[in-house]
């Protein structure tokens, strides 16, 4: 099947309200049109050069979303355009964003990344991380960023189970989050989890947006 073909199968399998950010990291430029062509607008990047280089090339019209772990010295290069940051994992990072968006005279939306996932190698907060963050006086300040939900990645197994069980987990601490920080934001309405092997059970466990790639674009 060609990359439309992929994406129109994809589109039709997704909820009206959720949101498909194809995963175009290591693909090239005519890949990405071939599907920009096809209707799709949001495209994800794990890689600051990769991303703002694409950005230069390929039209305006796209919203980027920036996937991957993010240093807090690397946001000055993607603050000017990035439609949305899924995994923010600090306070320090959220700061970085906060200045660097002051800059460019924008506000960024951002997730919170959550590791729900059993392995080691994941990047994320836990519960308690979070609770320090949002509690701290000082995140009244940051003026440049919303907060617009979270994002999390399961573990890579065949176990269904297992995976079900950490989008149920995702969905709880946007829930616990929502009720406590968020209440009043219409803003914090987003749960960033899913991609090509399990956005099935993700989509099952109340997600709005999946991050899919090489059910898109092929394997790499």
């Known amino acids: 099947m060609t990359t439309t073909e992929n994406l129109k199968y994809i589109q039709n399998q997704l909820p009206a309200k959720v949101k498909l950010v194809a995963v175009s990291k290591t693909k090239s430029n005519d890949q ?10 949001l495209f994800g990047e794990n890689k600051v050069q990769e991303m703002t280089a694409k950005w230069h090339e390929l039209p305006k019209e796209i919203e980027w979303h920036y996937i991957g772990h993010l240093q807090t010295n690397k946001v000055k290069y993607i603050a000017p355009f990035v439609a949305l940051i899924h ?5 320090k990072l959220l700061s ?3 200045k660097e968006a002051d800059k460019c005279g924008r506000i960024i939306p951002v997730l919170l990344e959550f590791h729900i996932a059993e392995e080691e190698s994941k990047f994320g ?10 509690s701290m006086p000082e995140i009244k300040s940051l003026y440049n960023i919303t907060i617009s939900g979270v994002m999390g990645m399961a573990t890579f197994t065949n176990e269904l ?10 969905y709880q601490i946007y829930q616990a989050l929502k009720n406590k920080y968020f209440q009043s934001s219409d803003q914090f309405c987003e749960i960033s989890m899913g991609m090509s092997d399990d ?3 993700a989509l099952e466990a109340g997600s709005t947006i999946v991050r899919i790639g090489s059910k898109i674009f092929g394997s790499r």
């Not at 995994?87 to 306070?91: G, I, L, M, N, T």
């Not at 907060?125 to 949002?134: F, K, N, S, Y």
């Not at 189970?161 to 995702?170: A, G, K, P």
Request: aromatic share 10%; proline share 2%; glycine share 2%.
């Open 32 to 41: 990405i049109l071939e599907a920009f062509r096809a209707g799709q607008r």
């Open 87 to 91: 995994s923010v994992d600090s306070f």
């Open 96 to 98: 970085a964003i906060n």
């Open 125 to 134: 907060l836990t519960m308690d991380m979070a609770d320090q963050i949002l």
């Open 161 to 170: 189970s297992v995976i079900r069980s950490e989008f149920e987990h995702l």
């Open 199 to 201: 956005y099935p059970i």
